[in-house]
C-alpha cells in the first residue's frame, strides 16, 4: 500500500460558539504545519450554518466538514431535549454510532484517520477512537486552572458542599475563597446537570493518547507542572486566537471563520475610528449570559457615569432589558450594537479597557492583545478566571456585586475609570502589556505552545 503523505486528524468540537472557537483555530494550526484536519460537527448545527443566512458566517481554508448525528437532526436542534441530560443520553447513544460509522467511511474512501482531536463534553467520543482503533486527544476549552478543579472534584479530592467560611488549598492554585471556584462546585445544588457534565469530562481521560488545554506554558505555569504529574501527555496549545492578531506568521488568519452569529462589523470600527487612543470602555458579556432587568440597569447606569466613551454589545434579545431611553440619551459618549467582532475591536488602539464576563475565549483574547479587563463575572468558571485576572497576572479588577448579587452603577464607573485614568490603571497596563508579549512568544516559531504542537505532530505522524 502507499504510504500517504499527511497523517489525518479529525476534530470534533462542542457545538457551542466558545467551543467551536479555539478547536477551529487549533484545527488551522494543524493544517498550516501539514495535517490533513477534517472538523466534524452534528448535522443539525450544520444544517444552521448553511440556513442561516445572516445568521452565521463560515470560512475557513482548506479544513474539510463532516457530519454525525447527535439523534435531533431536525428542526430545532438539541433544543427539542428534554434536559440536558436527555440529550447527552440521546448524543451518546446516537453520536457514538455514527461517529464510528463515519470514521469507517473515510477509511474506505481512501482518507483514513489517524486521530481524533475531542471536547471531553463528549467523552464518549475517546471510546469510540479506541475502539476503531485510532490515537485520541482531549481538548480542554477551559484553563488549566478551572481544569484541575473539576478534575479534583471527580477523583474525591475536593469535597462538595464547600464550607462557605473556609479558604481552599488546591495543588498548582493560589489560595481561593469558595466563590472563587466554578459556580457548579461553589452552588453545586443550583446546577446539577452541568456539575455532572464537569466531573464526567474525566471519566475515562486516563485512556487518552494526549491531552490538550488552551492555554499557554508561561500564563498558568504551577498547575500544568501539577496536572504533568498526573498527566505526563498534557501540553498546552494556546492561546487559540486567529495568527494575525498573535505571531503574524499566517496572512490568511486573520478571523476563528464560524460564526453562528451575525457580525456588525461596520458601525462600531467606524464608531472606534473616531475616537481617542485608549479612551473607549468595551463591554460584551458573551454569547449566553442572561442579565436581570436590574442588573442591566446598573450596567447603563455604571457606563453613563463613568463620563467615557463605551461600546455596549446587548444582544437584540437581551435589548428589551435597557433602560427606556438610554441608546438616545447617551449617544454623544456611547454606542450599543448587538454583535461585533471581538477581535478587532479588542485590537483597536481607542479601546482602553474591557467590562466582561470573564469566558475563557473572552479572557485568553484580552490578555493577547493587552487590554485590560473590568471582571464581572456570572457563572461557570467565570469566578475563578476572575481571580486571576485581578489577583495572580493582574490585569483588571474585579467589580463587586452587592449582598443582593447586583453590581451596582457605581461600581462599574469607579473600575473603568481607575483603569482609564486612576494610578492603579497604570500598572494594570504595563501588566497586561507584559502578557501580551507573552502570549504572541508562546505560539510564535519555538514558542512553548509552538513547540507542543510540533511535538504532537512528530509524535502522530510516527505511529
Keep these: 500500500m502507499e504510504k500517504r ?69 431536525g428542526e430545532g436542534g438539541s433544543a427539542q431535549a428534554e ?7 440521546r448524543v451518546r447513544e446516537i453520536g457514538s454510532q455514527t461517529l464510528a460509522e463515519l470514521i469507517d467511511k473515510l477509511s474506505a474512501s481512501g482518507h483514513p484517520a489517524d486521530c481524533l482531536v475531542y471536547d471531553p463534553v463528549f467523552p464518549w467520543a475517546l471510546d469510540v477512537a479506541k475502539t476503531v482503533g ?17 478534575s479534583l472534584v471527580h477523583n474525591g479530592l475536593l ?20 466563590s472563587d471556584t466554578p459556580s457548579f462546585i461553589y452552588v453545586p445544588e443550583s446546577y446539577p446537570a452541568f456539575l455532572k457534565l464537569s466531573v464526567d469530562l474525566f471519566s475515562n481521560l486516563d485512556k487518552a493518547d494526549w491531552v490538550f488545554c488552551n492555554t499557554f506554558y508561561e500564563l498558568e505555569q504551577e498547575v500544568i507542572e501539577y496536572w504533568m504529574t498526573k498527566f505526563w501527555t498534557l501540553r498546552t496549545i494556546g492561546p487559540t486566537i486567529p495568527s494575525m492578531y498573535l505571531d503574524k506568521r499566517h496572512e490568511d488568519n486573520k478571523e476563528y471563520g464560524l460564526s453562528l452569529l451575525k457580525l456588525n462589523s461596520d458601525a462600531c470600527m467606524k464608531w472606534l475610528n473616531a475616537k481617542p487612543k485608549g479612551s473607549v470602555a468595551y463591554m460584551s458579556f458573551g454569547s449566553m449570559a442572561e442579565h436581570g432587568a436590574e442588573q442591566m440597569e446598573e450596567l447603563g447606569l455604571g457606563l453613563r457615569r463613568s463620563k467615557r466613551y463605551f461600546l455596549w454589545v446587548v444582544r437584540a434579545s437581551e435589548s428589551v432589558k435597557l433602560p427606556k431611553g438610554f441608546v438616545e440619551e447617551t449617544s454623544e459618549k456611547g454606542l450599543v450594537v448587538s454583535w461585533c467582532p471581538q477581535l478587532e475591536v479588542l485590537a483597536h488602539e481607542a479601546v482602553g479597557c474591557f467590562v466582561t464576563h470573564c469566558g475563557w475565549n473572552s479572557t485568553l483574547e484580552a490578555l493577547s492583545l493587552g487590554v485590560p479587563m473590568v471582571a464581572v463575572p456570572q457563572w461557570a468558571d467565570q469566578s475563578t478566571n476572575a481571580k486571576f485576572i485581578t ?6 479588577l474585579k467589580a463587586q456585586a452587592d449582598e443582593k448579587g447586583i453590581v451596582r452603577g457605581e461600581e462599574i464607573a469607579h473600575c473603568v475609570r481607575e483603569i482609564l485614568d486612576g494610578e492603579r490603571g497604570k500598572e494594570i497596563r504595563k501588566n497586561a502589556s507584559k502578557w501580551k508579549a507573552l502570549a504572541k512568544n508562546a505560539v510564535d516559531e519555538g514558542g512553548s505552545s509552538d513547540k507542543n504542537i510540533d511535538e504532537f505532530i512528530a509524535e502522530l505522524v510516527q505511529r
Aim: contains cysteine.
Design 5 to 73: 503523505e499527511k497523517a489525518h486528524c479529525l476534530v470534533f468540537f462542542c457545538p457551542i460558539q466558545g467551543h467551536i472557537n479555539p478547536m477551529l483555530q487549533f484545527s488551522k494550526r494543524l493544517e498550516h504545519k501539514g495535517l490533513k484536519v477534517t472538523l466534524i460537527t452534528t448535522r443539525s448545527i450544520h444544517k444552521a450554518m448553511h440556513e442561516g443566512g445572516e445568521q452565521s458566517t463560515i470560512s475557513f481554508s482548506s479544513v474539510a466538514l463532516e457530519t454525525i448525528s447527535d439523534g435531533f437532526d
Design 83 to 89: 434536559s440536558i441530560q436527555a440529550y447527552r443520553d
Design 134 to 150: 485510532i490515537a485520541a486527544a482531549a481538548f480542554f476549552t477551559v484553563s488549566c486552572a478551572v481544569t484541575n478543579i473539576y
Design 159 to 178: 469535597k462538595l458542599p464547600l464550607n462557605p467560611d473556609s479558604e481552599i488549598l488546591l495543588p498548582g492554585l493560589p489560595p481561593l475563597q469558595p
Design 391 to 396: 489577583d495572580v497576572w493582574k490585569i483588571g
